[in-house]
């Protein structure tokens, strides 16, 4: 109870802050931002109803196997090609010195 509610505590705030910062740095303004992310916040009240909702019922076995993929494929989807070409040009930016150093060995 309380130190799985301090445990997302921890969690969440440092996230909120940092996804606060990265927006604000990209131009929003503060209002449209808190906005948007009270909006997309409100996300997390409706998928707790829903499963308050379905319960232990066997429909509830069905939705959690097509949500559990369509959140795998989320995932996938945002390092595949969001994250793993920033980092692909990090590395190719900032380390290919290292890369002709170990050529000439």
């Known amino acids: 109870g ?3 509610a301090i445990a997302v505590a921890v969690h969440e705030l440092p996230q909120e802050l940092g996804d606060f910062m990265v927006l604000r740095s990209a131009g929003f303004p503060v ?3 808190l906005l948007w992310n009270f909006l997309v916040s409100l996300t997390c009240a409706a998928g707790v ?3 308050h909702c379905l319960g232990q019922t066997a ?3 069905t939705v959690q196997r097509y949500m559990t993929a369509f959140t795998a494929g989320s995932f996938l989807s945002l390092s595949l090609n969001m994250i793993f070409p920033q980092v692909s040009e990090s ?3 900032y380390h290919a010195g290292y890369r002709a150093a170990g050529a000439k060995l």
Do not use: E, F, N, P
């Open 91 to 93: 590395i190719r930016k």
């Open 31 to 33: 209002g449209q931002l």
């Open 2 to 4: 309380l130190s799985a």
């Open 49 to 51: 109803g829903l499963v």
């Open 59 to 61: 429909m509830a076995a």
